[in-house]
């Protein structure tokens, strides 16, 4: 008997500058984790959006996106793009500085409770940047991964 494998699958959410927005996007997180048999990770992956959609509502004018996308084994990855195209001092290797501390602590939650977590520029030419961390059912621990190669899975 053959196995059958479900197809990948990724979901897009572009999202406009609104204060309801982030709201919006954790409920479609939440339906699209319960939906693909991901709901244990549910609590993780809504607190790293949370973290990373508010971090583009507060620091940008338009509009930004929520990705979500399936990793192996068992694990999703939450990105969100921004137009501003500059990493915050929350995503560097150096972690928050004390002129960041009181703005910086959402996106220090995101490197300490994801199981994996990076950023990178999308350039003058695509404007704007992609954070992105993943969760996964069994923790392996944090890993900073900052590609120079912007990609979007």
Known sequence: MATVTPPPWTYALHLPH???APGIAR????????????????????LLASELLTNA??????AYGLRLAPRSPGGVRVSVWDSNPEIPPGFHAGG???????SGRG???VRACADAWGAYSL?????G???WAECRN????????????????
């Open 27 to 46: 409920a479609a997180l939440r339906v699209i984790l319960d939906a693909h048999g991901l709901a244990d990770l549910r609590d993780d992956a809504e």
């Open 123 to 127: 350039g003058t030419a695509r404007r």
């Open 96 to 102: 928050i500085s004390a002129d960041a501390a009181e």
């Open 138 to 153: 069994e923790p392996t621990g944090s890993t900073r991964l900052v590609s120079p190669h912007p990609h979007l899975n």
């Open 57 to 62: 509502h507060l620091h940008t004018t338009g």
């Open 129 to 131: 940047k992609l954070l």
């Open 107 to 109: 996106l220090h939650l």
């Open 18 to 20: 609104d204060p309801r």
